[in-house]
């Protein structure tokens, strides 16, 4: 078994890695059938106000005043919010799986997500990710939001990592080549059973729970140089 000597720094997506996705279809789905509203109206209207929102540029209040309150509703705002903070749930063993690399390698752990100031607020909360994450570069906070390059190289100038001493772990295929563009390896997450036998098969073996067969692509590329913004 190769170990990784060099990997000093864990990248990581919240949503689809650590916790459920925070506001997705299928949330939005739910929440229209709960509350009887127009599905493709939310939708439609989503989709212009979530990326400014994600951005940081809107608060979760004015995001709903366009897309669910821009007319009188039956149901109230915090009704609404409560259901959309309830959505969150914790993918099942990777808490554990993370911080027990941590401990084990004495790595930093950088979360790099794109996610919307108060379900982030929430989420870090609820899930005391503040526990043992050491930096949170949220699209919200940033100002950026993946697949922009620019949050990644921003994370590495805030890590103080060169790119060659990360490893990411990230659930959506678009955002690999991304990162891999400035260097930093990236492992396609796929579930706990299947990111746990990957990892310890690059010598980061930090869990001793039940693994399965079916490893995910690992991606990387050997690059000299530091990660630094450019």
């Known amino acids: 078994m190769k170990s990784l000597p060099n990997i000093t720094t864990l990248f990581l997506d919240i949503g689809g890695v650590l916790l459920t996705d925070g506001w997705n279809h299928a949330h939005r789905a ?10 493709g109206e939310l939708e439609d209207r989503h989709h212009l106000a979530f990326d400014p929102y994600e951005a940081g540029r809107l608060t979760l209040d004015e995001y709903l005043d366009l897309v669910v309150f821009h007319r009188e509703r039956t149901f109230t705002r915090d009704e609404f919010k409560g259901f959309m903070f309830g959505r969150s749930r914790a993918c099942p ?4 799986l993370i911080r027990g690399l941590k401990d084990r390698f004495g790595l930093k752990v950088v979360v790099v997500s794109n996610e919307g100031r108060e ?15 050491d930096m949170f570069i949220s699209s ?3 100002h950026l939001r993946k697949p ?6 921003l994370a590495l100038d805030v890590a103080q990592a060169p790119a060659q001493q990360v490893l990411y772990l990230e659930n959506t295929p678009m955002f690999i ?7 930093i390896r990236c492992l396609l997450h796929q579930d706990y059973p299947a990111t746990r036998l990957a990892l ?9 729970g039940p693994g399965r067969e079916g490893v995910p692509s690992f991606h990387g590329r050997d690059r000299s140089g ?5």
């Not at 063993?93 to 554990?96: F, L, N, R, S, T």
């Not at 530091?226 to 450019?230: K, Q």
């Open 119 to 133: 379900l982030n607020a929430h989420r870090i909360r609820t899930f005391k990710l503040d526990a043992w994450v």
């Open 226 to 230: 530091t990660g630094g913004r450019r």
């Open 177 to 183: 080549p991304v990162a891999e563009g400035l260097g």
């Open 200 to 208: 310890a098969s690059l010598g980061l073996d930090g869990d001793s």
């Open 93 to 96: 063993g990777m808490a554990g």
């Open 148 to 153: 922009d390059p620019e949050i990644y190289r």
């Open 30 to 39: 739910a929440a229209a059938g709960t509350f009887g509203l127009d599905p």
């Open 140 to 142: 919200c906070f940033v």
